[in-house]
């Protein structure tokens, strides 16, 4: 009976059993500073747009190990700064399989105190699946096999993702879920299915100092797709004004992964993540490398009509008492004389 290694890798990406250590969505390191990756309620909740590149080279070393390119972009709306509309673009190669996803997201802001907000986020969009059928290297040539005769197959389907978000200036917790709709795929003569995907992420940020420069912030993610168990990861971000940041993170039995980052002028950031395998993984690839680029534009502050009022009143009083004090200087000046 003859067997083809693509057949055997296309039953495990695409059927219902769940591929690599049960996650269908991509993997990323870089959770603790574009939450926005696993849950579209935390977009807005800094209000203003944020645009952000991101390229992960994952198992180094192992061939037809997953390569992921991600450009996402969220803003708040100008007249209505409660709502945030955003999207990203990704496109994913794993052996002989490539994703390409395209999905957009809305979210509502509630202001529940002075401090406490919740947001909710939904999402939807699609993704194109793509086997290169002319890459695979079969145990057999004997040309018998009508599968091998196609070149190339593809698949396509359409999901949502949603997801809601508790936070503070201090505080944070969201709850997401992905591939909700969990539509099938044909292929050929397979049928797959995505499967729903789980997170779950709390962090505190605690002021270390009076000044408030340093900040250190503690943080877990949990994710879950059934059949396969839960995955948790504990992460932990020391950062300066914004400015500079470490951080490291462990995963449960898979990689432990270390993070720096810097801003420039406010608005444009860098941060390079490394990934160390703990499991057998290490034997033939030498971790992960992920780099991410981001861009942010504050929104302008809105002034109600009383704030623009006691504006105007305030820059009237100055120009008298700057008039006034001219005056005044201006008739010491003349009786000096």
């Not at 994913?92 to 202001?111: A, D, T, V």
């Given at each position: ?11 495990l990406l695409?059927?219902?059993a ?5 996650q269908q969505?991509s993997l990323f390191?870089s959770?603790?500073t574009?939450?926005y990756?696993y849950?579209?309620a ?8 944020e645009?952000?590149?991101l ?8 061939s037809?190990?997953?390569n992921?390119?991600?450009f996402?972009?969220f803003g708040?709306?100008k007249?209505?700064?409660q709502m945030a509309?955003g ?5 994913e190669?794993i ?6 996803s395209?999905y ?6 509630l202001?529940?105190s002075?401090?406490?907000?919740l947001?909710f986020?939904?999402?939807g969009?699609?993704?194109q699946y793509?086997?290169r059928?002319y890459d695979?290297?079969?145990y057999?040539?004997?040309g018998?096999?009508?599968?091998l ?13 949603a ?6 200036k201090?505080?944070?917790l969201g709850?997401?879920t992905?591939?909700?709709l969990?539509s099938?795929i044909t292929?050929?003569?397979k ?11 709390i962090g505190?940020?605690f ?6 420069e ?5 943080s ?5 797709s ?9 992460n ?6 914004n ?8 995963r449960?039995k898979a990689s432990?992964?270390?993070?720096i980052?810097?801003?420039i002028k406010?608005q444009?950031?860098?941060a ?6 703990l499991n057998?993984?290490q034997t033939y690839s030498?971790?992960?490398?992920e780099?991410m680029l981001?861009?942010n534009v504050?929104?302008?502050k809105?002034m109600?009509?009383?704030?623009k ?7 009237e009083?100055?120009?008298?008492d ?16």
């Amino acid at each position: 009976m003859k067997k083809y290694f693509l057949h055997i890798t296309l039953f495990l990406l695409l059927s219902n059993a769940v591929p690599f250590f049960g996650q269908q969505q991509s993997l990323f390191t870089s959770i603790i500073t574009n939450q926005y990756l696993y849950n579209p309620a935390y977009a807005g909740v800094n209000t203003g747009q944020e645009y952000t590149g991101l390229y992960r080279s994952q198992w180094a070393g192992f061939s037809g190990a997953p390569n992921t390119a991600l450009f996402s972009g969220f803003g708040t709306l100008k007249k209505k700064p409660q709502m945030a509309l955003g999207g990203y673009i990704m496109t994913e190669r794993i052996g002989l399989l490539q994703r390409n996803s395209l999905y957009f997201s809305y979210s509502y802001h509630l202001r529940l105190s002075n401090k406490l907000n919740l947001s909710f986020g939904l999402s939807g969009g699609g993704t194109q699946y793509n086997v290169r059928v002319y890459d695979a290297i079969p145990y057999s040539t004997d040309g018998t096999d009508e599968f091998l005769s196609n070149n190339n197959l593809s698949g396509n389907t359409f999901d949502a993702n949603a997801g809601t978000y508790l936070y503070s200036k201090k505080f944070f917790l969201g709850i997401s879920t992905m591939q909700l709709l969990s539509s099938k795929i044909t292929w050929y003569s397979k049928l797959g299915q995505p499967t729903i995907h789980m997170y779950g992420i709390i962090g505190y940020n605690f002021e270390l100092d009076k000044k408030k420069e340093w900040t250190l912030q503690p943080s877990m993610l949990i994710r879950y797709s059934n059949p396969a168990p839960y995955q948790w990861e504990g992460n932990l971000k020391l950062s300066y004004k914004n400015l500079v940041w470490v951080g490291g993170t462990y995963r449960h039995k898979a990689s432990s992964s270390a993070l720096i980052g810097f801003t420039i002028k406010k608005q444009f950031s860098v941060a390079y993540a490394y990934d160390y395998s703990l499991n057998a993984l290490q034997t033939y690839s030498s971790g992960s490398h992920e780099i991410m680029l981001r861009y942010n534009v504050s929104a302008k502050k809105r002034m109600s009509k009383a704030e623009k009022q006691l504006d105007a009143d305030e820059q009237e009083l100055n120009t008298i008492d700057n008039s006034l004090k001219s005056n005044l200087k201006n008739k010491k000046n003349d009786e000096n004389k």
